[in-house]
Nanobody, 115 residues
Framework: QVQLVESGGGLVQPGGSLRLSCAAS????????MGWYRQPPGKERRLVAS???????MYVDSVKGRFTISRDYAKNMVDLQMNSLKFEDTAVYYC?????????WGKGTLVTVSF
């Protein structure tokens, strides 16, 4: 089993920044993918950014140039630095790890972009 704990969500004004963090613990194989998904109100959960254990990153087009994913491999942590936030970035953000053929999710952290 793998446990994921997210932190760092909150309320931010448009144009502001937030940093999300996720710590994974449990049975984690060294080859794994970690990433962030988000689910806006009334919409489906979709991938925002991911990073393999080899360092390959992937971003959805809408966040390219604004969000940066990073990992601390020794601590099994993944962060998402979010800059220039927009109203449409409002969502519950979920941390995800894929390891040993399984996918695990955190409980989510709410990011609200509003005045």
């Amino acid at each position: 089993q793998v446990q994921l704990v997210e932190s760092g969500g909150g309320l931010v004004q448009p144009g502001g920044s937030l940093r999300l963090s996720c710590a994974a613990s449990g049975s984690i194989f060294r080859r794994n993918d970690m990433g962030w998904y988000r689910q806006p109100p009334g919409k489906e959960r979709r991938l925002v950014a991911s990073m393999t254990s080899g360092g390959t990153t992937m971003y959805v087009d809408s966040v390219k140039g604004r969000f940066t994913i990073s990992r601390d491999y020794a601590k099994n942590m993944v962060d998402l630095q979010m800059n220039s936030l927009k109203f449409e970035d409002t969502a519950v953000y979920y941390c995800n790890i894929k390891t040993l053929g399984k996918s695990y999710w955190g409980k989510g952290t709410l990011v609200t972009v509003s005045f």
